[in-house]
Structure formats: C-alpha cells, structure tokens
C-alpha cells in the first residue's frame, strides 16, 4: 500500500455504499439474484473470481491453488481455522495484499492495478477500526467526503445509512459511548454508505457475546437481502456461516477444500476434514476390505465392520475414516433396517431441551455420540443396539494432501 497506513485504506475502501438505491432493488427485481453454482463451481453471473491465485510470504505458502468464483449479489463465506488463509484471500481481493501467481477479477477486470480505493469495495472488520475522535455521524460521512460528494448528498445518504442499522439517535456521539454491537453497526453503516458493489466482512461479529452475534447475523442477512449487494464473509464459527451463507467456502491449510451450500457440505462433505468441521460428527477408522459399487466394507478396530459409502477412489487396503452424524444414528428396534448394527453401552446422557445426546461405547471401546428425543432416553450402563444405513455413512481416505492437518 504504497503512500498510505493501513488504517487510511482501510476508511477509504469503507467508503462506498448505501445501496438502498433503486439500482440494487431494481437487479433484485429482475432477478439477477445467483445462489449457486455449478458442479464444477462455476456462477452464473459471476462478480467475483479468483483464477489459481497463491501468496507467499517467503517461503512460506500462505494460499495454493485459489480458483473461485462468486456470484453477483451472492453471500458467500469463508470458514475455516485459524491461519488457514482467510484473510489472506481477503486482502488480496480487498488490495492490502499482492497476489504471488493468478489473477483476480472483479466484475470482469483485473484488480491488480487499482488501488484498495478505486475497488469501490465496503469493509468491515472485527474491532470496528472506527476513528475515536469523530462522531458516529462523522464516521459514517467519512468515506463518502473523501470521495469528495458534493455537502448537501452526504447528510441524507449518511441519514439513510444510520436508519438502516437502527443508530439515528446515536448520530452525535463518539464510538467510545457505544456498546460493542452499536460500534459494529457503525462500522458497518461506513462500509455501505458509499453504495459498494462488494462488502467484504472479517469476523465482524467475533467481538460481541453470543446473543448478539445471533442478532447481528440476523440483521445483516436482512441488509443483504435488502441491498442485493455482494459479500463475502469471513468466520471460523461454523454455525454463523451456514445461518448466513448463499455458499460457504471451507478453507484448509491455505487452500479451499470445498465449496458449496451448507447443505451440501453438511451432507456430502468432500473430505474429512470438512465433515468435522461442519457439524457435529463421529469419525471411526479403519481398513478397506472391499469396495463394491458406491459402497465399502471396512474393518474397524477391534474386529467389528461397516458398510458406508465410499467417497473418492478407494481400493483395498487403504486407510479411512467413516464420518456418520449423531442423527443418523437410531436405537434399533429389530424391524428397523440398517447395514449398521452394533452393541453398545451408554455412558452418559446429555439433555439439551428438544433432545438428548447419548455418549454410547461400543464394544472396540470407540465412542459414539448419538441424537435420541428428548423424553424417555436408556439411562446410565444400559446396554443398547445401534444401527445406520450405509448411504449415511461416508468413507474418506485419509492422509489426502487437503485432509491431512485437522489443526482445529
Ligand atoms: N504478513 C505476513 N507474513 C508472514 N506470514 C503471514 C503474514 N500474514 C499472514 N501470514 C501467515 O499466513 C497464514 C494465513 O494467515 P491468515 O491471516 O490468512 O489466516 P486466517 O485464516 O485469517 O486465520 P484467523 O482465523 O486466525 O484469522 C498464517 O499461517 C499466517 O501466520
Ligand atoms: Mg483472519
């Protein structure tokens, strides 16, 4: 960012947007609304790509192999753990960063060469960044007096700005006389009121405490319906990314492992590193014995086996884990079907109002959490059968090259 601090561009890029405007709701309208993508990934009306983007710092590769693209008016996320590349990824986009190799696109056009400012991007951080010594008004009309708009437009479009976050009557204060939430809402008032076409978000919500994060997340996901405008988000709180997200990209070890809607990733994960990161899950190991059709029969330890389905090329031999989510799993009753039937002991029993989580020990001392109702679960030491169909069962290899450090 030659000639300028971080936090100058950081105000700067917060300039553009309050896309309130007709424009937005009039593409709304018209339906250039693009939820999803394609098997292979691709947009329909694509805003945003990454084409084999890297970063290294040194020797260091920060980010590998980056090809993505986002739709226009989509609510795509990033999710993944810590230092797995997220804000990396951001910054290129954002221009606070040079990519090492690839290209980035930004409605058709290569960023490389804009500076931050001229991206007309809207950014919004997770410790506000907000300047301390202007008021909440001030703050807002900030991005829009540095692009230089005429006196009379700032007042009604930083009006219009704080009446979408609810802050109208906190127009003359400081930051500092806010609450954590009335900051962000600050923060994310200045990042649209200069009518952004790309709102890019960095953990926004990491600093407020749980009831309102559920609110925030809630009224952003409002905003983007309202505005249309496309964003992308970044967070390591998987629950926050499939509340919010059109699409979620799930980040590993500087690299994206799989992309696609929260359903999809919840019930085809790719990897099994993104089986464990989206929801909750039981991952049992094992050993290929034989591969038939979709399906894989696989000797787990201590002489048990089952049945799930096999995902990539597996053959004989090879070492997997079966990922088989807590609701997937029943108490069986005899008629029940089930390629899947163990014995089992429950250990411990959890009540979380709607239901209950059973901690049950098999007989290879493997344990597995299992979803019951919430009324009427075995208790403590009863002995019990569990049993799962294989089609909701997956095997993944393990030590592929993307699965290979779960570090989260
Ligand atoms: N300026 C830098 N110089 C050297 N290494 C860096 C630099 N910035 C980031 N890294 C490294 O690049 C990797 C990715 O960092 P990044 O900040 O993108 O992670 P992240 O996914 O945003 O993590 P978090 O969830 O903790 O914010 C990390 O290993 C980090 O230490
Ligand atoms: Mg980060």
Redesign the pocket.
Same mark, same amino acid.
């Given at each position: 960012m030659p000639g300028a601090t971080l936090s100058e561009n950081h105000a700067a890029s917060a300039t553009p947007a309050l896309i309130l405007s007709a424009r937005a709701l009039s593409d709304k309208a018209a339906g250039i609304e693009v939820r999803q993508a394609d098997a292979e990934g691709a947009v329909r009306d694509k805003f945003v790509e990454f084409i084999g983007v890297e970063k290294f710092? %040194?020797a260091?590769r920060? $980010?590998r192999d980056l090809n993505l693209q986002v739709g226009r008016g989509e609510f795509l996320t990033f999710l &993944?753990?810590? &230092?797995? %590349?997220? =804000? =990396? =990824?951001l910054n290129m986009l954002a221009g606070f960063e040079r990519p090492s190799r690839g290209a980035i696109m930004l409605d058709g056009k290569p960023v490389e060469r804009l500076p931050p400012y001229e991206r007309n991007i809207g950014m919004v951080f997770q410790n506000y960044a907000l300047f301390p010594h202007m008021s909440v008004e001030e703050n807002v009309a900030f991005p829009l007096s540095v692009r230089k708009i005429a006196r009379a437009e700032i007042a009604p479009r930083v009006r219009r700005a704080l009446e979408m976050v609810r802050l109208n009557q906190f127009a003359d204060r400081k930051p500092g006389q806010l609450s954590g939430g009335q900051q962000q809402r600050v923060a994310l008032a200045r990042a649209l009121v200069f009518e952004p076409t790309l709102v890019l978000m960095d953990?926004p919500l990491g600093a407020l405490d749980k009831k309102l994060r559920e609110h925030m997340q809630l009224e952003l996901k409002q905003i983007h319906e309202m505005l249309g405008v496309t964003i992308i988000y $970044?967070t390591?709180d998987q629950s926050e990314a499939l509340t919010m997200s059109d699409r979620v990209a799930i980040?590993d070890g &500087?690299a994206i492992v799989q992309v696609g809607p929260p359903d999809l990733l919840y019930k085809e994960p790719a990897t099994a590193f993104v089986a464990s990161f989206i929801g909750e899950n039981n991952a049992l190991d094992g050993v290929v014995e034989r591969v038939s059709g979709a399906e894989c029969r696989v000797a787990l330890q201590g002489g048990l086996t089952a049945t799930a389905l096999a995902v990539g090329e597996l053959a004989p031999g090879n070492q997997v884990q079966i990922a088989i989510r807590p609701e997937r799993i029943s108490m069986a009753a005899a008629s029940l079907p089930g390629e899947n039937r163990f014995q089992g002991v429950v250990e411990g029993r959890v009540y979380l109002g709607d239901h209950q989580r059973l901690l049950v020990r098999l007989p290879n001392q493997q344990e597995l959490t299992v979803k019951v109702g919430a009324e009427g679960a075995p208790g403590n030491g009863q002995a019990i059968e569990l049993c799962w169909l294989a089609a909701d069962s997956r095997a993944f290899p393990i030590k592929a090259p993307a699965s290979g450090k779960q570090s989260h």
């Open positions: 710092y %040194g260091f920060a $980010v &993944g753990p810590s &230092g797995s %590349g997220k =804000t =990396t =990824t953990e $970044v390591h980040f &500087g």
